[in-house]
């Protein structure tokens, strides 16, 4: 299978919306936001971003491959912390420029901070808010899957300020 | 209320990872993605972006706003179509550069092609898929919740090739 032939060419956009041909949008670098969400609860598990070869490592191994952009290489999940995700279902939005990944995460946890997920923590919102101060996050979260000092042993953090 | 004192300054790794001050980055654009789920289903229903005024507003009126890319402009969501989005849940990642909004959908239909969710289509996967051609996509929803042509009336698509 040829990762150049299983992309169709974007022409028209009745073609892109309402046509049955995978015909993804990369960005200018490259690159189309992935969601992924647990197959189960429906929680919310991260966003991260596909290369064209992710992408196709996702669709032609059924695990979850994204493009980690601090490391710039392609990032099989789960490789160095053993929580990988099995794909149960793939799907792409309207104009075909994001993924979204329905999966079981085997170990249960998808967050590099050792939560279930990424969106551990919540911002108060409504019309009630009043302040001028940095709004104050709720954890959903209150214990840690696993211990990443642990698990990823040196490994530079991801995050970026 | 003023939308620069309620975004923290971003300080080290582990503040913004385990702390509880809200403290968002946007990109090189001043963007940050924003992930939309059905409070209820758990259905992924729409990505798209928002600036700091957009997570303002949505923050603050509990009701989602965007960043239109296309547009270039404040997406008050419904404003045309009257399928307004009150937010029951916003949560913020690890990393804070990317947002959920958990909503109720008035009118049942977040996608500008007329469909509930823009993600009406699946993408075949697994180690049993072998083609050279792109691959074919299948349609999960089979019929649209509204008639874009008649919400719209005229108004340009925002789906760009």
């Given at each position: 299978?040829?990762?150049?032939?299983?992309?169709g060419?974007?022409?028209?956009?009745?073609?892109?919306?309402?046509?049955?041909?995978?015909?993804?949008?990369?960005?200018?670098?490259?690159?189309?936001?992935?969601?992924?969400?647990?197959?189960?609860?429906?929680?919310?598990?991260?966003?991260?971003?596909?290369?064209?070869?992710?992408?196709?490592?996702?669709?032609?191994?059924?695990?979850?491959?994204?493009?980690?952009?601090s490391?710039?290489?392609?990032?099989?999940?789960?490789?160095?912390?053993?929580?990988?995700?099995?794909?149960?279902?793939?799907?792409?939005?309207?104009?075909?420029?994001?993924?979204?990944?329905?999966?079981?995460?085997?170990?249960?946890?998808?967050?590099?901070?050792?939560?279930?997920?990424?969106?551990?923590?919540?911002?108060?919102?409504?019309?009630?808010?009043?302040?001028?101060?940095?709004?104050e996050?709720?954890?959903?979260?209150?214990?840690?899957?696993?211990?990443?000092?642990?698990?990823?042993?040196?490994?530079?953090?991801?995050?970026?300020?």
């Amino acid at each position: 299978m040829d990762l150049n032939k299983i992309f169709g060419e974007r022409k028209t956009v009745v073609q892109v919306e309402e046509g049955n041909e995978l015909a993804p949008k990369f960005d200018a670098l490259g690159l189309i936001p992935a969601v992924t969400t647990d197959y189960d609860s429906g929680e919310l598990l991260m966003h991260a971003y596909m290369n064209a070869e992710a992408l196709f490592l996702s669709i032609t191994t059924g695990e979850a491959h994204y493009f980690s952009r601090s490391r710039q290489a392609i990032w099989h999940k789960g490789a160095t912390s053993g929580l990988t995700q099995k794909i149960r279902e793939l799907k792409i939005d309207d104009d075909q420029d994001c993924i979204w990944l329905r999966v079981d995460v085997a170990g249960g946890a998808s967050c590099h901070v050792g939560y279930r997920s990424c969106f551990y923590r919540t911002v108060p919102s409504g019309s009630g808010i009043t302040t001028d101060a940095p709004l104050e996050l709720e954890f959903t979260e209150h214990e840690k899957v696993f211990d990443p000092e642990e698990v990823y042993q040196g490994a530079p953090n991801p995050t970026k300020l």
